[in-house]
């Protein structure tokens, strides 16, 4: 089989991880990206086109939480905007811009942990467990992606 017949054939297969009106655009992403690392086994093509799929997701997830508008409350019981943490943390507004695309290809899970950090409050086990996980998996990503 040739390379471009099993990245067409994975990402015909992958598509209908996401809804009818974007198949398209993700089948011609996952392509790109597949043409863009040269993958040469069917293993890595479908991990590559499943980490796509969830990068869709992640980023469809970011924009049905339409802004960084979410009320939370610090010790004393104010009402702080998320916005204005990450505001009065920021320099100027190009860097404030860059936090919004970082804040794009993180899940909402640890977006919402480091709110609550930032505020002030104490986090609980389970959400400093899923940020510990969250870390070594992430740098398990690097690392394999830093090795290609």
């Given at each position: 089989m040739l390379k471009w017949d099993m990245y067409s054939e994975v990402a015909e297969k992958m598509?209908?991880?996401?809804?009818?009106?974007?198949?398209?655009?993700?089948?011609?992403?996952?392509?790109?990206r597949l043409a863009e690392r040269d993958c040469q086994t069917e293993a890595l093509a479908y991990c590559i086109a499943n980490e796509t799929t969830v990068e869709y997701w992640r980023r469809e997830r970011y924009r049905q939480m339409d802004s960084l508008d979410w009320l939370i409350f610090d010790p004393e019981g104010n009402p702080l905007r998320v916005i204005d943490i990450l505001e009065a943390h920021e320099a100027n507004l190009d860097d404030l811009a860059f936090s919004k695309e970082l804040l794009a290809n993180l899940p909402v899970r640890v977006v919402k942990?480091?709110?609550?950090r930032l505020a002030g409050?104490?986090?609980?086990?389970a959400d400093a467990k899923y940020l510990e996980r969250w870390r070594i998996n992430s740098k398990t990503k690097q690392l394999r992606l830093a090795l290609k």
């Amino acid at each position: 089989m040739l390379k471009w017949d099993m990245y067409s054939e994975v990402a015909e297969k992958m598509k209908r991880k996401v809804p009818d009106p974007e198949r398209q655009d993700i089948k011609q992403e996952i392509i790109t990206r597949l043409a863009e690392r040269d993958c040469q086994t069917e293993a890595l093509a479908y991990c590559i086109a499943n980490e796509t799929t969830v990068e869709y997701w992640r980023r469809e997830r970011y924009r049905q939480m339409d802004s960084l508008d979410w009320l939370i409350f610090d010790p004393e019981g104010n009402p702080l905007r998320v916005i204005d943490i990450l505001e009065a943390h920021e320099a100027n507004l190009d860097d404030l811009a860059f936090s919004k695309e970082l804040l794009a290809n993180l899940p909402v899970r640890v977006v919402k942990i480091a709110s609550r950090r930032l505020a002030g409050y104490p986090i609980s086990r389970a959400d400093a467990k899923y940020l510990e996980r969250w870390r070594i998996n992430s740098k398990t990503k690097q690392l394999r992606l830093a090795l290609k």
